[in-house]
């Protein structure tokens, strides 16, 4: 075919970077999965990728950092290609963000929770706490993202009429020592607004949580692999985010996706 001097100056401006030009990707190549944290707008983005030092950098916009407590290994390989982790011993390391009016969640606001977890082979714990906000125990004004029993998730939230749970289901080995991505998505008014996602896939049936009316504006520390009461978790996280509303199951899958997952 014959190329007129407009094609061949699309060509020269692909080439060059100039025109306005942005040559298409290529076929199968989407969002990184950061890009794709990021095009949610979390209120909280750590990707927990540090090698070294004690800062815990919040790369969304709120520049919300935290600090590593305990010297957890740092720097391990991650969930997928360019991520890395870090292990805590279950003992006395954690990471922490310290409270932030940037972090709170109203009585009416929806949330979700996404993060990437990986526990060793036998090593499971049914009061490991992977996320929190619930100060020195489990208060009127806290969320958390907790192993639970064998291979179950729960998250307890609080409303006038006392706790409400979001439970997953059990059907799944998490403690086989791989990476698995976690989510937890609440729309706080309906009675199937609660619901559990493992590795891009819903985890178990919906829970009513139109009865978790207390706000969740506490002024307590976020803790990562820990609570405040103590309860540490044994095992690896990376990736953690969260998001004042609501992901819908194909934002979980997109992230999914973009993680590597099929």
């Given at each position: 075919t014959l190329l007129d001097s407009d094609d061949v100056s699309t060509l020269y401006n692909a080439r060059n970077g100039t025109g306005g030009y942005t040559p298409p990707a290529p076929s199968g190549q989407g969002p990184t999965y950061s890009e794709e944290v990021l095009g949610h707008s979390p209120i909280g983005y750590w990707k927990?990728?540090?090698?070294?030092?004690?800062?815990?950098?919040?790369s969304s916009t709120n520049n919300n950092d935290g600090s590593y407590s305990g010297l957890p290994t740092m720097g391990i390989s991650g969930p997928f290609s360019g991520a890395t982790g870090v292990t805590f011993n279950g003992i006395d390391q954690y990471a922490s963000v310290p409270d932030t009016a940037d972090l709170d969640l109203l009585a009416t606001d929806d949330f979700?929770?996404?993060?990437?977890?990986?526990?060793?082979?036998?090593?499971?714990?049914?009061?490991?706490w992977l996320v929190t906000r619930n100060g020195n125990g489990e208060t009127d004004q806290?969320?958390?993202?907790r192993c639970y029993a064998d291979d179950q998730f729960r998250s307890r939230l609080f409303g006038s009429g006392g706790a409400v749970d979001v439970l997953s289901a059990s059907t799944t080995n998490c403690d086989d020592g791989a990476?698995?991505?976690?989510?937890?998505?609440?729309?706080?008014?309906?009675?199937?607004?609660g619901q559990w996602y493992l590795d891009g896939a819903t985890y178990g049936s919906t829970t009513d949580v139109s009865g978790a009316d207390s706000s969740r504006d506490s002024d307590y520390t976020l803790y990562f692999a820990r609570r405040g009461a103590g309860s540490?978790?044994?095992?690896?996280?990376?990736?953690?985010?969260?998001?004042?509303?609501?992901?819908?199951?194909?934002?979980?899958s997109d992230l999914w996706t973009a993680g590597g997952g099929a």
């Amino acid at each position: 075919t014959l190329l007129d001097s407009d094609d061949v100056s699309t060509l020269y401006n692909a080439r060059n970077g100039t025109g306005g030009y942005t040559p298409p990707a290529p076929s199968g190549q989407g969002p990184t999965y950061s890009e794709e944290v990021l095009g949610h707008s979390p209120i909280g983005y750590w990707k927990m990728d540090e090698g070294s030092g004690t800062t815990m950098q919040d790369s969304s916009t709120n520049n919300n950092d935290g600090s590593y407590s305990g010297l957890p290994t740092m720097g391990i390989s991650g969930p997928f290609s360019g991520a890395t982790g870090v292990t805590f011993n279950g003992i006395d390391q954690y990471a922490s963000v310290p409270d932030t009016a940037d972090l709170d969640l109203l009585a009416t606001d929806d949330f979700s929770v996404v993060l990437w977890f990986k526990i060793g082979s036998g090593e499971w714990g049914d009061t490991d706490w992977l996320v929190t906000r619930n100060g020195n125990g489990e208060t009127d004004q806290s969320w958390d993202v907790r192993c639970y029993a064998d291979d179950q998730f729960r998250s307890r939230l609080f409303g006038s009429g006392g706790a409400v749970d979001v439970l997953s289901a059990s059907t799944t080995n998490c403690d086989d020592g791989a990476w698995h991505m976690l989510a937890l998505t609440v729309d706080i008014s309906s009675a199937t607004g609660g619901q559990w996602y493992l590795d891009g896939a819903t985890y178990g049936s919906t829970t009513d949580v139109s009865g978790a009316d207390s706000s969740r504006d506490s002024d307590y520390t976020l803790y990562f692999a820990r609570r405040g009461a103590g309860s540490y978790h044994k095992g690896s996280l990376s990736q953690v985010a969260l998001f004042d509303k609501e992901l819908t199951s194909s934002d979980i899958s997109d992230l999914w996706t973009a993680g590597g997952g099929a």
